[in-house]
């Protein structure tokens, strides 16, 4: 197949498929000639904050001279995102190369893949291929089961915060969710986690202790946001590894104070564990520089895309923008979407108590997944007296907001990649 074809056949299959994640990420392991085997990978779970987490470990073993594969999901503007080297895209070529390879072999073995296996598949071929120095590895969904456990021994495992997500596959309390985010870890190999709730840190540590792995959290008292201002975050970090160090960020999240501390210890357990050089001084520079897109990010002067999509993440943005608009007099405007399957009465609960917001407005979008714009209308008018506006398309929403001082658009990630589609669009 050529890079469209496989693009088509791609968005043709399922989610799952027979059997679970790891059992099929096993079979395509063993059959590619497991290639995991050469890798050194830094396996990451949670539910909000994989993605960042993801991005500052990267940028950190980057910024010290290391070749890093980066695996994250979702995509925002093209599917090769979610496998890139040194920040930069697996070319069409090579995905092209690498895609063919797998599906030969599946098809060979007569081994079943779901849409998510096979981006694993390549990604763990392209790693091998182009020697990588270390792996940075974000689970799809889950832990436990998903493919990406299907990697023996990881030199490092990090979990981030733990929410209520995907309830009907991974359980409907925080300690079940845990228990599944925490079937990443293995034998002997170290854990660093979110210590955020005191019954998550207690299935987490108990699974450390039954692996015997050496496990570590990072909770709020060990970071301090001393600056927010201007779109930028200085913090000090204070654990055992770190003595009132300060870090600077390049956004105006302060819930990626709490992703940057976690990514912080986990690059000094690395270097505690195993030797990994990364000085103090790359450290810094790498947080620094360090982007992410969808994750609070200015996308033009006036408009800012957030991908929280559940209730802990939009908690995070909300106190974000009541922190961007603590010591204003003005005002912003929400433009908000969310697919059908999420917790979007919560999400609206939450948004609508946000002091920042005086205008609203709601639009569709996840393709199939939509949820019907007055539907969501309706969610808001049961909790705030501001009115709905409710558009179309995101294009429509965005021309009658052009006006507005500052614009937030959140709820899903599909709508940030609408959003970003109809400004390059313009653009071009």
């Known amino acids: 197949m050529n890079y469209n074809e496989i693009c088509s056949y791609l968005d043709s299959l399922d989610q799952f498929n027979e059997g679970t994640g790891v059992e099929r990420g096993r079979?395509?392991?063993?059959?590619m000639g497991n290639p995991e085997k050469s890798l050194k990978v830094i396996h990451i779970a949670g539910t909000n904050g994989k993605g960042s987490v993801c991005s500052y470990i990267e940028s950190c073993?980057?910024?010290?001279?290391?070749?890093?594969g980066l695996f994250t999901s979702p995509h925002l503007n093209t599917i090769r995102e979610r496998?890139?080297?040194n920040r930069e895209l697996i070319p069409e070529e090579e995905f092209t190369e690498y895609f063919n390879q797998v599906y030969e072999a599946v098809c060979t073995n007569n081994v079943k893949l779901a849409y998510f296996d096979f981006f694993f598949g390549i990604a763990m071929l392209y790693f091998k291929e182009q020697k990588v120095d270390y792996v940075v590895l974000e689970t799809g969904l889950g832990g436990k089961l998903d493919a990406t456990n299907a990697i023996e021994h990881p030199v490092c495992c990090a979990i981030t915060a733990i929410g209520l997500e995907h309830t009907a596959i991974l359980g409907d309390t925080l300690e079940k969710i845990a228990g599944e985010k925490a079937g990443i870890i293995k034998e002997g190999v170290p854990v660093v986690y979110t210590d955020n709730e005191s019954s998550v840190t207690e299935v987490i540590k108990k699974c450390a202790s039954q692996h015997n792995s050496f496990s570590c959290g990072v909770n709020k008292t060990q970071y301090t946001i001393i600056k927010n201002l201007n779109g930028c975050i200085d913090f000090l970090m204070d654990n055992e590894y770190y003595n009132s160090d300060c870090f600077h960020l390049a956004?105006?999240?302060?819930?990626?104070?709490?992703?940057?501390?976690?990514?912080?210890?986990?690059?000094?357990?690395?270097?505690?564990?195993?030797?990994?050089?990364?000085?103090?001084?790359?450290?810094?520079?790498?947080?620094?520089?360090?982007?992410?897109?969808?994750?609070?990010?200015?996308?033009?002067?006036?408009?800012?895309?957030d991908g929280a999509h559940n209730p802990h993440g939009i908690r995070k943005f909300a106190e974000t923008?009541?922190?961007?608009?603590?010591?204003?007099?003005?005002?912003?405007?929400?433009?908000?979407?969310?697919?059908?399957?999420?917790?979007?009465?919560?999400?609206?609960?939450?948004?609508?108590?946000?002091?920042?917001?005086?205008r609203i407005a709601v639009t569709v979008t996840g393709g199939k997944r939509q949820l019907d714009r007055q539907y969501i209308k309706e969610a808001f008018k049961r909790h705030t007296d501001i009115g709905i506006e409710v558009y179309d398309s995101a294009k429509a929403a965005l021309y009658a907001l052009k006006n507005e001082d500052m614009v937030f658009g959140v709820g899903s990630l599909y709508l940030v990649a609408d959003i970003k589609a109809v400004l390059e669009d313009c653009a071009n």
């Not at 073993?61 to 890093?68: A, I, N, T």
């Not at 270097?271 to 050089?277: E, L, R």
């Not at 790498?286 to 969808?294: H, R």
């Not at 912003?332 to 005086?358: G, H, Y």
């Open 83 to 85: 496998i890139q080297i």
């Open 251 to 305: 956004t105006p999240a302060v819930y990626q104070a709490e992703n940057a501390a976690l990514a912080l210890t986990v690059c000094a357990v690395l270097k505690s564990t195993y030797g990994i050089a990364m000085s103090d001084e790359n450290i810094k520079k790498a947080l620094a520089a360090n982007k992410w897109q969808g994750r609070m990010e200015k996308v033009t002067d006036n408009i800012y895309v």
């Open 321 to 358: 923008v009541d922190a961007m608009y603590a010591h204003s007099d003005k005002k912003a405007a929400l433009l908000f979407s969310v697919v059908s399957d999420k917790n979007f009465e919560e999400m609206i609960e939450v948004l609508s108590a946000c002091r920042a917001f005086d």
């Open 61 to 68: 073993l980057r910024q010290q001279g290391y070749k890093v």
């Open 27 to 31: 079979k395509l392991l063993k059959i």
